[in-house]
């Protein structure tokens, strides 16, 4: 069997995982203490938020046939918030839905959790550890083998493992920096995906918010989106807002002082919801350098079989989970078929 490690527990390396399990030695390494990649929860004081990817929809039926189970078991269900449009100066007006759109329960990473967590004992998951580097084990025969090593923090290099194959599901320009000293053969394919980042920023409030909206969409503003995480289903009480900036205005702000981005939002968010000072009890903020995609690779993964290595995520078809999902089947589909030959 060979022995192949994913990097990542975010939905594509999920996908890969529940792919390849059974059809070789699977070690996933992450670098977060946390599964979910951008599908991310954080809990703070008594709030709670899912401060990465708030939602999903399932388009194609490879999808729909994966979310089946975690829909029976209840690890997924269906939100239905009120929505709103939010534009300084103008009415709110309300907004529709027309596709079923999920989260998972109780919390966004958890969707990424139990599906790999039922993979124990075919699967190994090394949480709380980030790759540095990879390098080539000269053997002297035709066999293709990668030593792989944790990112550096003083003269040692420590080595997390060796593997036949390595397969990336980091966000494209992390892919680039891990495989940057191999012989990758799609190493400039990912350049062509551009991620945009995003700032969240979490609200913990003293009393329940009297909005008339659980969601909203906000226009022309440095915030893109509000909401409140207690409206998604079998969520604790408390009252968490999540604020997303706006992927522009955070490209522009991305290096400024944290704090100054941190009072912006708040300010940004004060003024359209009306919110006084003494009602924000807890505040928090997150950068994410890669959250959205701007440009895709359009591929659904990028694979050298010569070198053993590989890359697959959101980026290559777009920038959703449905998107990350797709291409980590897909890759594990090649791969197996491959390994089977
Ligand atoms: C703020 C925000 C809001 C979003 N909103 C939505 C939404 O509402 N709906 C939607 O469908 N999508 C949304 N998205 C996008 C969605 O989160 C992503 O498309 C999807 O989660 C990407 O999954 P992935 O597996 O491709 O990548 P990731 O989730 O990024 O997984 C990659 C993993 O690799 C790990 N990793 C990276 N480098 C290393 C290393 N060197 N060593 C070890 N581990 C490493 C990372 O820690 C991460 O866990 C949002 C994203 C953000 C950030």
Not at 172 to 185: E, G, H, K, Y
Not at 207 to 214: E, Q, R, T, V
Not at 299 to 325: H, K, M, T, V, Y
Request: hydrophobic share 40%; with cysteine.
């Amino acid at each position: 069997m060979q022995d192949v490690l994913i990097i990542g527990t975010g939905m594509a390396a999920t996908a890969l995982a529940n792919t390849l399990a059974g059809k070789a030695r699977v070690t996933l390494i992450e670098k977060s203490r946390g599964f979910g990649g951008r599908m991310a929860t954080r809990r703070r004081e008594g709030f709670e938020f899912d401060h990465g990817a708030q939602f999903f929809t399932a388009r194609s039926q490879a999808f729909q046939q994966f979310l089946a189970r975690p829909i029976e078991s209840a690890c997924i269900e269906e939100w239905q918030p009120r929505l709103t449009t939010l534009e300084a100066g103008l009415a709110p007006y309300k907004r529709e839905w027309f596709e079923p759109h999920f989260v998972a329960i109780p919390s966004m990473n958890s969707l990424c959790k139990e599906s790999l967590k039922a993979l124990e004992g075919s699967v190994t998951i090394n949480l709380g550890r980030e790759i540095g580097s990879l390098e080539k084990i000269d053997s002297g025969d035709a066999q293709c083998r990668w030593r792989v090593f944790a990112k550096q923090t003083d003269d040692q290099r420590e080595v997390l493992g060796e593997f036949d194959w390595v397969l990336s599901t980091a966000p494209s320009a992390q892919t680039s920096t891990l495989f940057a000293n191999t012989d990758f053969s799609q190493l400039s394919r990912l350049h062509d995906a551009v991620h945009l980042p995003c700032f969240s920023l979490m609200l913990g409030l003293a009393a329940s918010p009297k909005f008339n909206f659980d969601l909203a969409i906000v226009k022309e503003s440095p915030i893109a989106l509000i909401v409140a995480n207690a409206s998604k289903p079998q969520r604790d009480a408390s009252h968490s807002l999540l604020v997303h900036s706006d992927n522009g205005w955070a490209r522009e702000n991305f290096d400024a002082d944290r704090a100054d981005i941190e009072q912006q939002l708040i300010d940004a968010s004060s003024s359209l919801l009306g919110l006084d000072a003494a009602s924000i009890v807890h505040s928090d903020l997150h950068g994410w350098r890669y959250a959205k995609t701007e440009i895709a690779a359009d591929e659904d993964f990028l694979l050298d079989e010569e070198s053993q290595l590989a890359a697959c995520g959101d980026w290559c078809l777009g920038g959703r989970i449905e998107d990350a999902f797709l291409s980590g089947q897909r890759l594990g589909l090649s791969l197996a078929a491959l390994f089977g030959k």
